[in-house]
Antibody
């Protein structure tokens, strides 16, 4: 059974950095593209970034490009999201999700989701 | 960038049919997906590729997509269908995933 487990969230001061991780089990990690999606308190889903099966192709939402870096370690079945220069508006639950595709275009939806890790940016 | 528009809320009685719309420019040309998110839980894919049903999703959930509007239809409504529903596409022009703003379904 496919499983995604996020970690690394917490309470962080504005301007600091944070690295989120997503540990994967139950499927061939290196065969799928993976996304990060976030949800601010009481708000809707906001897509953050996607990385192709081999890490060679990445795309970001306009709102995070330049501050966020998505990466993956196929030898450790782990996805990462490096968040720099944290802002109050980055406060959200961050979900990692599995796409049905390996490379873009990502036409087939996100069929597996983790339970999320909470990032709170506050002074 | 591409925009998907959903009504903020939809309400229907148990046993009835709920229809949730998702509007976008020529959305019928795109592959559209629907997610259900219950309070405090992660989203679940309920319709993929306009009208496909992932394994384990009841046949009460169906989708259509044409012109400028996609529709998620849920028949024989149950209390357990109360949730937020989001539509989503891949925008090849910007190489980004786009979500609709979400619709809160209330089963009265």
């Amino acid at each position: 059974q496919a499983r995604l487990v996020e970690s690394g969230g917490g309470v962080v001061q504005p301007g600091r950095s944070l690295r989120l991780s997503c540990a994967v089990s139950g499927f061939t990690f290196s065969s799928y593209a993976l996304h990060w999606v976030r949800q601010a308190p009481g708000k809707g889903l906001e897509w953050v970034a996607v990385i192709s099966f081999d890490g060679s192709n990445v795309h970001y939402a306009d709102s995070v490009r330049g501050r966020f870096t998505i990466s993956r370690d196929n030898s450790k079945n782990t996805l990462h999201l490096q968040i720099n220069s944290l802002r109050v508006e980055d406060t959200a639950v961050y979900f990692c999700t599995r796409d049905k595709s390996a490379v873009p275009p990502y036409y087939y939806g996100m069929g597996v989701w983790g339970q999320g890790t909470t990032v709170t940016v506050s002074s | 960038s591409y925009v998907l528009t959903q009504p903020p809320s939809v309400s229907e009685a148990p046993g009835q049919t709920a229809r949730i719309t998702c509007g976008g420019n020529n959305i019928g040309r795109r592959s559209l997906h629907w997610y259900q998110q219950k309070t405090g839980q992660a989203p679940v894919l309920v319709v993929k590729g306009d009208s496909g049903r992932p394994s384990g999703i009841p046949d009460r959930f169906s989708g259509s997509n044409s012109g400028n509007t996609a529709t998620l239809t849920i028949t024989r409504l149950e209390a357990g269908d109360e949730a937020d529903y989001y539509c989503q596409v891949w925008d090849s022009d910007s190489d980004q995933v786009v979500f609709g703003g979400g619709t809160k379904l209330t089963v009265l």
